[in-house]
Structure formats: structure tokens, C-alpha cells
């Protein structure tokens, strides 16, 4: 199975702030790596797709990057909607597997 | 829009057999794949399988044994079946649409129903 990590587990931001997350996986898996938002008590929702793909719908302050290994999803400006766990997922074979999450909450 | 919503037990005894239900609305089951993934504290977020509305499946192999995953195109839903459950299966789980990409940009689980909790205890 690819065994997918990210990085923080958890991160303190204020509204306005740049936030950077990291996923990387334990083999190549080109940009077939996704990224997820969920807030307590509801689904994932998806936010990117092929690494860099934005999700219609999705505001435009998420961005992706990366392929290969090495993969990050950044959000440009805090807003106070934006405060949940972030967490990627990898569809370059099955099993697909997801990264643990990384929590982002209001310092 | 697609809508999932699950359905089915929320308390399993050791040893038997959950059965979850997604019904899909807003559109026809009989496209794209559908997906079963669960997630607890313990293990996080795990993908269970897929089924397409022809009935081909694919399993993660941890739970390939214990899994059954099935498509009723007459009632535009699909279902889990996990047999002999412990209390390691105790989780939230979710079915969601399985979005695949000919294109060669992947693919994805997009939308989610709301998830339902199931405990495994006596």
C-alpha cells in the first residue's frame, strides 16, 4: 500500500494568515493526489484533484502543487470558514489511502 | 446535483454482519463508480471498495474477506455488506461517488453522503 503523511499534524492560524500543508507519499504517484476539507460533525469534502485541479465551486484562495512525492495545499488567506482538517488522499492505485490530517484551528 | 444519503443499523453485534444502504437522487446510479469509505479515530479515513452500476467491485485487500459491495440500478442504490464485525469496525461510514478521470487526471470521491455511525458492541 502507498502510505501517505502530512505535515503539521496540526497548525495554529489567524484570518488573513498564508497556510501551507504538506503531503507526501511513500512512492511516485505522479498528481494522482487529492485534497479534502472536513469540518467536525460532516463528510470530506473534495477542494483539489490531480494535484492542482480546483474543485468548481471551490474558492479560488486554495491552491495545489506537487507531484512525484511531494505535494502541498496552500490557502493564500485565511477566511473563518476555512478552519477544519485538510487531508490528501492518493489515487494512483488501490488500496487508495488518505494522509492523517492535518487540523487547522484559530490561534 | 447528486445526493448520497446511507442508511441501515447503527449498533452491529460482535460477530455479525452490517449491512449499510446509499440511495443516490439527482441523478442515475447507472454511471460513474460508487464507493464505501469509513472513518474512526483509530484509523482514520480507510476506503472500503467500489462498485460500478455493472456490478464489477474492487476491495481494499484488508477487508476484501469480510466485504461485499452491490448495486441495485432499479433503486438507484448500492450497498455494503462487512461480515463477522469486531469492535475495530466501529466507524463513521460514508458513500460517496467514485469520479474517475479518462483523461489520465485521476480520480476522486466527490459528492459524500453525510455518513452514518455504526458501533460494533453487545
Known amino acids: 500500500d502507498i502510505q501517505m503523511t502530512q505535515s503539521p499534524s496540526s497548525l495554529s492560524a489567524s484570518v488573513g494568515d498564508r497556510v501551507t500543508i504538506t503531503c507526501r507519499a511513500s512512492q511516485s504517484i505522479s498528481t494522482y493526489l487529492n485534497w479534502y476539507q472536513q469540518k467536525p460533525g460532516k463528510a470530506p469534502k473534495l477542494l483539489i484533484y490531480?494535484?492542482?485541479s480546483l474543485q468548481s465551486g471551490v474558492p479560488s484562495r486554495f491552491s495545489g502543487s506537487g507531484s512525484g512525492t511531494d505535494f502541498t495545499l496552500t490557502i493564500s488567506s485565511l477566511q473563518p470558514e476555512d478552519f477544519a482538517t485538510y487531508y490528501c488522499q492518493q489515487s494512483y492505485s488501490t488500496p487508495f489511502t488518505f494522509g492523517p490530517g492535518t487540523k487547522v484551528d484559530i490561534e | 446535483q447528486v445526493q448520497l444519503q446511507e442508511s441501515g443499523p447503527g449498533l452491529v453485534k460482535p460477530s455479525e454482519t452490517l449491512s449499510l444502504t446509499c440511495t443516490v437522487s439527482g441523478g442515475s446510479i447507472s454511471s460513474y463508480f460508487w464507493s464505501w469509505i469509513r472513518q474512526s479515530p483509530g484509523r482514520g479515513l480507510e476506503w472500503i471498495g467500489y462498485v460500478y452500476y455493472s456490478g464489477s467491485t474492487n476491495y481494499n485487500p484488508s477487508l476484501k474477506s469480510r466485504v461485499i459491495i452491490s448495486v441495485d440500478t432499479s433503486k438507484n442504490q448500492f450497498s455494503l455488506q462487512l461480515t463477522s464485525v469486531t469492535a475495530a469496525d466501529t466507524a463513521m461510514y460514508y458513500c460517496a461517488t467514485y469520479y474517475y478521470d479518462n483523461s489520465a487526471a485521476g480520480s476522486w470521491f466527490d459528492p459524500w453522503g453525510q455518513g452514518t455511525l455504526v458501533t460494533v458492541s453487545s
Open positions: 490531480a494535484a492542482s
